[in-house]
Every structure is written in structure tokens, then in C-alpha cells.
């Protein structure tokens, strides 16, 4: 079974300072990991995804991640954090070994504030 | 081009009514996704559609939830006899193909409220 850890509720950043929201997860075979921004009344929107390759992956909106196999971490990451990043974060992850489920196994999701 | 749409965005039904929430994915998207979204479960999957078929039914919740898959394109969840637990966000996500690398373009959602 595959499973994803967001250990945050909620952080909390001043404006102009680098942000970090913290994804762990498990799976059985290599993990295809995603990251997700959810704004109030909205679907979520897709921001960057690792499946293979360099361990610093750059998405939408300034955002990056870092995959780390060895801690089975993947890390969003935004070196100068702007009011409008204030939204709930979602990590996701799929499994590639072929027995997982076909749709994405999400993390609790964690509230990112960022106070002017 | 257009993105996923659901409808309705909202539907507030009675308990034991039947309700029909609709998606309509990007077009050309051959996969398509359903997702209940909901403050005590967070987002669970549901279900996966590869084409007009479903080779994964693994996360509906019980008999009275079903789906189709009509043409490649639309698709209609049925909750039957709702119950005040089936009250949550409906997510619909399409994209390009079923592999797992492929990244889910989702709508916003139709937001069920049982009475």
C-alpha cells in the first residue's frame, strides 16, 4: 500500500522569506510524487512532479521540490514567499510497481499562511 | 483550451434521494478520475476510467456509488439512497493518458450537502 505523510497542519511564513512544506511518503515500488495547491471553493491545480532524473524538480509559480530517496522525502520549496502562496498544499504519490491503485494517494494537505 | 467541468457546483439533496454529479474532461484526456473530498477523510480516490473502461473500482465506497463513462468523454457519478455521510466534495481530474507520470488536471468540484 502506498501512503503520504504531510506532518505540518499548518505553516506559517513572513512575505519575502523561503518557505518549506514538508512530504514524506511509501510506497512498494519507485514513486511518482506530485504537488497540488488547492485555493477556497477550487479544484486542485497541478504545480510540478518528480518521476525520474534530477532530485530538484521546478514547477509553477516559483515553486520547486527535492526528492530524497534515502529519507523518502519530497519537499516543496519557494526561495521568497509572496501573500498570494497563502493556499492548502497537497503532496501526492502514485506507485509504478503496477499493484498500487490507479489514482493518486494524497497527503492530509497543510495550510501555508503567509503574513505580509 | 478549456479545463475540467463539473456540474452541478452545488446540490443540496434530501437523505435516501438518488443524485448524479457530472464531468466533463479536457478534451482528448483518454483517463479520467474520481475523488470525494471531505474534512474527516481528506481526498480519497474513487475511481479510474481508461477510455469508457473502469479497471479500477477499488475505492468506491459502497454499492450505492457507481459510474459510467460514456463516448470517452463524460462522465456521471450515481450515489443512490444518500446518506448524511456521503455529504462532501466531488472532484473530477482527467489527463492525457493513464500512466502514472502523467500529471491530473482536476475541476472545482461539486459540492453535495445531504439533509
Known amino acids: 500500500a502506498q501512503s503520504v505523510a504531510q506532518p505540518e497542519d499548518q505553516v506559517n511564513v513572513a512575505e519575502g522569506n523561503p518557505l518549506t512544506v514538508k512530504c514524506t511518503y511509501s510506497?512498494?515500488?519507485?514513486?511518482?510524487l506530485f504537488w497540488y495547491v488547492q485555493y477556497p471553493n477550487r479544484g486542485l491545480q497541478f504545480l510540478l512532479k518528480?518521476?525520474?532524473?534530477?532530485?530538484l524538480v521546478k514547477g509553477s509559480y516559483g515553486f520547486e521540490a527535492e526528492f530524497n530517496k534515502s529519507q523518502t522525502s519530497f519537499h516543496l520549496k519557494k526561495p521568497s514567499a509572496l501573500v498570494s502562496d497563502s493556499a492548502l498544499y497537497f503532496c501526492a504519490v502514485r506507485d509504478d510497481s503496477g499493484g498500487g491503485a490507479d489514482g493518486l494517494t494524497f497527503g492530509k494537505g497543510t495550510h501555508l499562511i503567509i503574513q505580509p | 483550451g478549456a479545463g475540467v467541468s463539473q456540474s452541478p457546483s452545488n446540490k443540496v439533496t434530501e437523505k435516501g434521494k438518488d443524485v448524479e454529479l457530472r464531468c466533463d474532461p479536457i478534451s482528448g484526456h483518454t483517463a479520467l478520475y474520481w475523488y470525494r473530498q471531505s474534512l474527516g477523510q481528506g481526498l480519497e480516490f474513487l475511481i479510474y476510467?481508461?477510455?469508457?473502461?473502469?479497471?479500477?473500482k477499488s475505492g468506491l465506497p459502497s454499492d450505492r456509488f457507481s459510474a459510467e463513462r460514456t463516448g470517452g468523454s463524460v462522465s456521471t457519478l450515481t450515489i443512490q439512497r444518500t446518506q448524511q455521510e456521503d455529504s462532501a466534495v466531488y472532484l473530477c481530474?482527467?489527463?492525457?493518458?493513464?500512466?502514472?507520470?502523467?500529471?491530473?488536471?482536476f475541476g472545482d468540484g461539486t459540492r453535495l450537502s445531504i439533509l
Open positions: 476510467f481508461q477510455g469508457n473502461s473502469a479497471p479500477d
Open positions: 481530474a482527467s489527463s492525457r493518458t493513464g500512466g502514472a507520470g502523467q500529471p491530473q488536471h
Open positions: 518528480y518521476i525520474t532524473g534530477d532530485n
Open positions: 510506497v512498494s515500488g519507485n514513486p511518482y
